[in-house]
Structures are given as C-alpha cells and as structure tokens.
C-alpha cells in the first residue's frame, strides 16, 4: 500500500511539472515598441518599452529590445508606438445585477440570472475591465465560473449578499411579507443571495460572517437611504454604531474590511466612528465630513452621477432622489480633490437589463474634473490599491492596475495615445486592440 502511495505521489507530481513546463513555455508574449502608461503617475514614461509576459505575470520591462531564445514560442506583438497599460478596474459593480430588472431581482430564478451574467461578464472584460469590484448580489458562482475558465469574464472581488436592516436600502422585500415572525421563511431576493436583512448586533453578526464563510473578499452594508430603493429616504441613516462595529469586528476577525453604502454627512460619520474602511457613493456630505475622510485615510468610491444621457432614469420618489445626488456630484469630486482624499472610480450600473455598455462612457465622463492621465490613474493603480485592502482574503499574490515586474498581467494595448485623449477608451471595439487578463489574450485585433 505504501508503495502504491509513492508511486501515486511521484505521477502526480510528474505531471504537475509538465503542466507547468508546458504553461510556462507556451504562454509567454512579447510586447514590442509600445508606449507605457504604468498606473502609478498621470503620464507616460519616457521613450518605447518592450514588455515581457510570462506566465500569469509580467516577466520584464525594458527601454532596449528584449532577446529571447531563438526557439522560443513566445507571442511576439509589434505595439508599433500603441500605448500598453494596466487593465481597467470597476471598482463599484454589480456583477448580476446589471443584466436584470429589479423585478428579475425579486422574482427571477437564479438560473435566469446567471445566465445573464455570464453574458455582461464577457462584455465587461473586452469593454477592457479586467478586475471589478462587485458590491453586492449573488455573484459567488459566476466568480467561480470564471476563475476555472468556464467563462469569459473579468476578475471579481466579490461581497457576496448585501447587508441591509429592516426598511434598508437593500431590503427588496415587498410590503405583503411584513410582518416576518422569527421563524418565517426569508423571502427570493435573500435565497438568491442578493441580500441579507440583519437586525441587531447578533444578526449582523451572523449575516456578516455567513458572507464571509462563502467566499466574500469585503463586506458591504447599507448604512443610509438609497436612490433606487422602495421604503428609504435619502437621507435616513441605517444601523446602529454597536451593529457597524460588530460588522467590522467579523470582517477585520477575518482579514479583511467593511464598506457601506452612504450619501450624507451623519450615515457617513457613524461609519467612520465604527470603523469603516471605505464610502460608496457620498455626493451630498458636507466639506468637514470630507476633512474627516482625509484625516483617517478613508477611502471615497464615487461614482460620476449626473443627471444626462448616461443616468438610468427613475420616476417617482426614486427620480427626486435621482436629482438630489447628481446635483451634489460636482460638489463631491471638488471637495475630494481639494481636501486629497483617496478617490476610487466605479459606476454602479445595475437594473438597466443590457450588457452594462455604458461603464467606458462613465469613464470618460471624469475628465469632467480630472486630466485624462489622472482618470486611468485612477482606474488602474489607485483602484488597484483599494483591492489590495482585502489582505489576506486576497486570492490573487500579484499587484494588480499597474505595470511593474511581478505584477499580474493584465494589459490592453490602446490605439494611439488614452493620456492625451481619453475619448479612446469609449470605442474599445475600435481602439482596444489587445485584452490581455491574467496573461491569457482574449483579443488580438493586430
């Protein structure tokens, strides 16, 4: 018997090394005469570049010509002056909750939805997106599917179900299931894992940790009032301090942290005195709240609402609220690039029932108050760095949004030059002529 298990042992590991062998020799590609953007300044480096993958990581920069074996099977691309950069980073999506309706969300079988997902997943990753940060639904499974290759898609940080109390802006529940009795069955949106109703510090807790136990990467709770939500003022603020802390305690217990979704001043300081590591959304917080959020090192996930042709339109209450927040939005990116506060970019597309097109549109819509260089900085390295606040709970051991040795390999290659025009990246069909993600080629246009 023993015997058999050593000669088991040795096969497996036999074969171990000839996978490895063959992935490392038969994935390596060569970028040639490009133009870099790296991810961590505003600008391109000086002079060409040639860059060398190998592998899932970037091997090697150089200013001078990269020689490799003359037997090598490397890819070799001519950049011919193109610019390289970092693949972009989605930080505030929402996976499967972009290609259903809000009624999909509280009605459909989770089938349905993922297989809408699979489709926008695709769709994401050649818009160039090559890592989002998805903030709440039930994206656990498509994250699965895409880390074994079953599907096209870009990499995801998931949070899992969102954390809503009673009345919260994630509570999808329709006024004919309340009252719900403690051992009532939880309603479709909370079987699907869109989210979690909690209240009090034991739930929370519970909730918290069940998100965790399935593979959440971060933690996202609701901490005020919500545009597209049914039962919530914009301005009401959501969970106790005790239940915000007792949430960051299970996810710092865990390594990692907590986020909220939040528009005003108060919702916005409670979750900072509980604290919360970062602030989704935000527009309508006052300048000394915003001083706050620079004194602790907070991060800011804000989103370019504004109310033109790229909004989902709402009706009703929700379009009141809708006005509310896009006219604080310009205010909102003033005040944190007056007071430094590190900002993230996300779009928070969900409900609109198409492959999320308009997320590059959203993109460009920064250089509404950053130059186009500040804008990918932004949406590579800086976002890159938020992803990093997962630590331990961070499955991926490279630097992601920058181009640096060691750093994951994942590039695009940009016709002509995004530092200067950053309109390119709203036609990557047309100007993203290679998407590399985790150094495999998922669009080779050249």
Partial sequence: MALVRLWLTLWVAFCLLVSAAAYASDSAVLFEHVQLFDGKSDRLLPGTHHVLVVGNGIEQISRNPIDLPEDSPALRIDGRGHTLMPGLIDAHWHSMLVGAGMLDTMTAEVGYLNIKGARVAEATLLRGFTSVRDMGGPAMGLHRAIEE????????????????????????????????????????????????????????????????????????????????????????????????????????????????????????????????KVIEHGQLIDEATVRLMARQGIWWSLQPFLDNELANPKTGESRLKQLMVSQGTDRAYELAKKHRVKVAFGTDILFTGDDGHKQNLLLNTLARWYSPGEVLKMATGDNGQLLALTGPRNPYRR????????????????????????????????????????????????
Avoid at 157 to 170: D, K, L, R, V, W
């Fill in 149 to 276: 290759g079953l599907i096209r898609g870009p990499r995801i940080f998931p949070s899992g179900a969102m954390i809503s109390q009673t009345g919260g802006h994630a509570d999808f529940r329709l006024p004919t299931d309340i009252p719900r009795a403690s051992n009532q069955s939880l309603s479709h949106p909370e079987q699907m894992r869109a989210a979690a109703i909690a209240d009090g510090v034991d739930e929370v807790l519970r909730r918290v940790r069940e998100q965790l136990m399935l593979g959440a990467t971060q933690i996202k709770l609701t901490a005020g009032g919500g545009v597209s939500s049914m039962y919530d003022p914009l301005d009401v603020t959501q969970y106790t301090l005790d239940e915000m802390r007792a949430a960051v305690a299970a996810a710092e217990n865990w390594g990692t942290y907590v986020t909220v979704h939040a528009y005003t001043s108060r919702a916005v300081q409670q979750a900072i005195e509980a604290g919360v």
């Fill in 399 to 446: 630097a992601l949004g920058v181009i640096e040795t060691d750093a994951m390999a994942d590039l695009i290659l940009v016709k002509g030059d995004p530092t200067s025009d950053l309109s390119l990246v709203t036609r990557p069909d047309e100007n993203f002529v290679v998407i590399m993600k985790n150094g495999r080629i998922y669009k080779n246009s050249l």
